[in-house]
């Protein structure tokens, strides 16, 4: 079998992965965005806006409330109503999931009117209680991380112009509720997340209805520290960075120290790998690292030793990606220069 060596194993083009072919297509469009005019720029970015308009226009009068807009029926997913999809509708948790995670791209598109909206329907429509299992990791980037961003943009509205002066530090509060009712996932000995939480029970009760999973990936497990760390710093408690960044150095410990790259799959009890092997590890650093691009911006100010990790994690992504473009050229695959640029 053909290939090229990496560590202690090789690549075989029956083994290719499709991540790693979108990926290297990927890099080829990041060279064409490059290369293009201003006016080309211009018609994309009114493609970008017509679009986001589309699709939030028609969540708004087809799904809301609801989490999720099915386009072909055009009718809300509400969870528990429609036939489930696994671990997919993990996501949802009766909290108008779109909306809160539309918030800050309103503001950042410019439609502040829009925003301003979209603020006073989380604030009067959300509710966090609900009595249902969640996606730890899901929730943490999507609810926590949309209500954090769309305080940060209300706030700075308010700030630099005449508009939302009503507003109050309404959506932090929720962030702030809805980080407690996420704590409870840490509950184990590692400090790794349980995957998943029930917003109003907990963990390990009958009516929680989850707690006894023992298994978790590792971007669920290590990526909550943006988020929890944020909200630390926002609200001036720091329980919620104290425990993400405790499960971050858990995981990071235990990484393999010849290739400094994570596995997929983790015991969150022992602490032991469930599915390794540099290959499959490649897709899971890469989010991995992604996670940490804010981090190397010195946005929130972490100390040297996380950053450290982020280079570390990005030089071990470059050696692989080096690695495999080399087999990719050899197999007449694709001809793609791999890069990372943070």
Not at 36 to 62: P, S
Request: proline letters at 4%; glycine letters at 6%.
């Amino acid at each position: 079998m053909s290939g090229v060596e990496s560590g202690g194993g090789r690549f075989s083009s029956s083994a290719l992965p499709r991540w790693l072919l979108l990926f290297a297509v990927s890099c080829l469009g990041l060279r064409m965005v490059a290369a293009m005019g201003k006016e080309e720029k211009r018609q994309l970015r009114d493609q970008v806006l017509e679009m986001f308009d589309h699709a939030y226009q028609n969540y708004m009068k087809h799904a809301y409330p609801a989490d999720e807009l099915m386009p072909l029926t055009c009718r809300g997913r509400v969870r528990g109503l429609e036939p489930s999809r696994g671990d997919v509708d993990d996501a949802l948790g009766k909290f108008s999931l779109t909306l809160i995670d539309t918030l800050d791209t309103l503001a950042l598109l410019n439609q502040v009117e829009e925003f301003e909206i979209a603020v006073k329907k989380v604030i009067n429509d959300v509710h966090l209680d609900n009595d249902i299992v969640v996606s730890v990791f899901e929730t943490n980037i999507r609810v926590l991380g949309g209500l954090l961003g769309g305080h940060s943009m209300a706030t700075l509205v308010k700030e630099q112009s005449e508009q939302m002066q009503w507003y109050n530090d309404d959506l932090l509060f929720m962030a702030k509720e809805l980080g407690y009712r996420l704590l409870p996932a840490f509950n184990t000995t590692s400090g790794l997340p349980y995957p998943r939480v029930n917003l109003k029970h907990g963990l390990r009760r009958p009516q929680a209805r989850t707690g006894t999973e023992t298994d978790t990936c590792t971007a669920c497990a290590g990526t909550l520290i943006l988020e929890f760390a944020a909200l630390s710093r926002l609200t001036g408690d720091p329980v919620f960075e104290q425990h993400a960044r405790k499960a971050l150095d858990f995981l990071w410990e235990r990484r393999q120290r010849n290739s400094n790259l994570v596995g997929t799959t983790i015991n969150i009890h022992t602490g032991d790998w469930v599915r390794r092997g540099e290959i499959n590890s490649f897709p899971t650093t890469l989010s991995f690292l992604h996670h940490f691009s804010l981090i190397k911006s010195n946005a929130l100010q972490f100390p040297p030793d996380i950053s450290t990790t982020a280079e570390v994690s990005l030089q071990a992504i470059q050696f692989l990606s080096h690695d495999i473009c080399k087999w990719l050229t050899a197999q007449n695959t694709a001809k793609a220069t791999f890069w990372l640029e943070y």
